[in-house]
């Protein structure tokens, strides 16, 4: 299997929402998102990371199989978002999209990327920590995040929640 990756593009942006849709269904019965009320990354959102931000797409039989979005605040990146398509699950393609987002954000002038995750599913948290990350403690937040935290309040359990950074 040949991976690809590429920027984003605004023609990509409704396979992405379908990405996201799908790749939320692991979570149905986690009781960490009430999949059926979550709605996806807005279209503005996508257009705003694709123009000013970071947007990859990965493509395998010439077909998107994943992305990951996210922006720069200030010196450091925020990857928003990560999703692979469950029919490309276990094959490398998530661990390649975070690579390649942090090479880019380096490359932006990025001195690290964050990200908020969930603490305990494999394939969040314990991912991440294999690819790098590490679990920021709370007297480490950065201004912004203590910000998006307060929003994640209305719709998430935060203690379900981790931020983590990778240098």
């Known amino acids: 299997m040949t991976v690809t990756l590429r920027n984003a593009t605004a023609a990509d942006i409704f396979r992405l929402q379908d990405i996201e849709r799908k ?8 009781g960490l998102i009430n999949v059926d009320a979550m709605s996806v990354m807005p279209l503005h959102d996508h257009i705003a990371c694709i123009e000013t931000g970071i947007s990859i797409v990965a493509e395998t039989d010439a077909r ?3 992305f990951i979005i996210g922006e720069l605040h200030d010196d450091v990146a925020y990857l928003r978002e990560l999703d692979v398509d469950p029919a490309f699950h276990q094959r ?10 942090v090479t880019r954000a380096r490359e932006d002038g990025a001195k690290a990327t964050y990200l908020s995750t969930f603490r305990d599913p494999p394939w969040n948290a314990p991912f991440y920590r294999k690819q ?9 937040y950065l201004p912004w995040m203590s910000e998006l935290e307060a929003a994640q309040a209305a719709f998430l359990n935060l203690s379900t929640r981790v931020f983590m950074r990778r240098d």
Do not use: H, M, S, Y
């Open 132 to 140: 790098g990350f590490v679990d920021v403690d709370r007297a480490d």
């Open 23 to 30: 790749a939320a269904e692991i979570f149905r019965d986690t």
């Open 64 to 66: 998107i199989a994943g």
């Open 92 to 101: 490398g393609i998530g661990a390649l999209l975070v690579q390649a987002f």
